[in-house]
């Protein structure tokens, strides 16, 4: 270590960079001079080579487009949601379903329907999941016409848009509750899957001695007016990584029992003749101060053409 980071021309070096004393934007000056000087000092620390940074440097070029599997894997979906974790608890929101991150596969505009739907498109292989519940609030009053958003992937771990195999929206859809504040899907159990094979997030879990994979959960948008909205995921119990998710996303609060329905005369409601499993689950919304808060966060998202 050179201390270099440590000495007046580097202080006066990362003012330049950061344009302190000139236009701009404070908030971005003030982050990104922090941001340059930790780097600078991490160089500095661990005498940094310089083929190991641009080592580092070509292979976070090569992962951009994993880029929002990184900011799972490295912790920082999740560190965000600790820090709005607290900040409710500071509020006393601690009534509402708990959020959990969001991750990057998401797809806007998924069909809309009221009550009920069918997720999959019938030529979708596993064993059928048929999941319900109301959306209400920190009282116990039905949230009538809230928008259960919900998608999750197939049983080899894929989802739809992103796997050109498969239809668009397969496995997404968005649901209006009824008037009870009810919605109801029907669906196939998804499995577990993990970061792409030879991608550079796998690469760089498996230098730090992780393993890329997330156990089998479905996402969930659950948004009504005057109610903050949620992001958030259940998981299916039994999974061998429901406790060592790659992205740590998993909560006690959010894995609901799987109710498994064999060939009994309880299929027969359901006009199914065959084994499946029931999830019955409640989306618990917390008020909104302002309508913002209404609104999932500005990433940017996939859109399908379909
Ligand atoms: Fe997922």
Do not use: C
């Not at 116990?140 to 848009?161: E, L, P, R």
């Amino acid at each position: 270590m050179t201390k270099l980071t440590q000495s007046s021309e580097i202080e006066a070096f990362l003012d330049q960079i950061a344009g302190v004393g000139k236009a701009g934007e404070q908030r971005v000056k003030t982050i990104v001079h922090k941001i340059v000087a930790d780097l600078f000092e991490t160089i500095d620390q661990f005498d940094v080579t310089d083929d190991e940074f641009w080592h580092a440097l070509n292979f976070v070029i090569a992962g951009a487009p994993e880029l929002g599997l990184w900011a799972a894997g490295l912790g920082l979906e999740r560190f965000l949601d600790l820090r709005a974790d607290l900040k409710d608890q500071a509020v006393g929101f601690v009534e509402g379903t708990p959020r959990t991150i969001e991750g990057p596969l998401y797809v806007a505009g998924a069909p809309l329907e009221k009550g009920t739907a069918r997720l999959d498109d019938g030529n979708e292989p596993g064993e059928v999941l048929i999941m319900q519940g109301r959306v209400r609030d920190t009282r116990g009053n039905a949230i009538a016409g809230a928008i259960v958003d919900v998608w999750h992937a197939n049983t080899k771990g894929n989802y739809s848009y992103f796997d050109k195999t498969l239809p668009d929206y397969n496995l997404r859809r968005r649901i209006e509750t009824d008037a009870n504040g009810h919605y109801i899907f029907r669906s196939i159990v998804p499995s577990g899957y993990a970061v792409p094979s030879g991608s550079n997030i796998e690469k760089l879990l498996t230098a730090l001695g992780r393993h890329g994979n997330r156990p089998a959960h479905i996402h969930f948008f659950i948004s009504a007016p005057g109610y903050r909205h949620l992001t958030t995921q259940i998981n299916i119990e039994g999974d061998p990584y429901l406790h060592d998710d790659f992205a740590y996303a998993t909560k006690d609060a959010l894995i609901p029992p799987v109710i498994r329905h064999t060939k009994t005369a309880a299929i027969n409601p359901l006009g199914l003749n065959e084994t499946y499993s029931e999830i019955v689950f409640d989306f618990v919304l917390n008020p909104a101060d302002v309508a913002a808060e209404e609104n999932e966060s500005s990433r940017a998202r996939a859109l399908a053409d379909a």
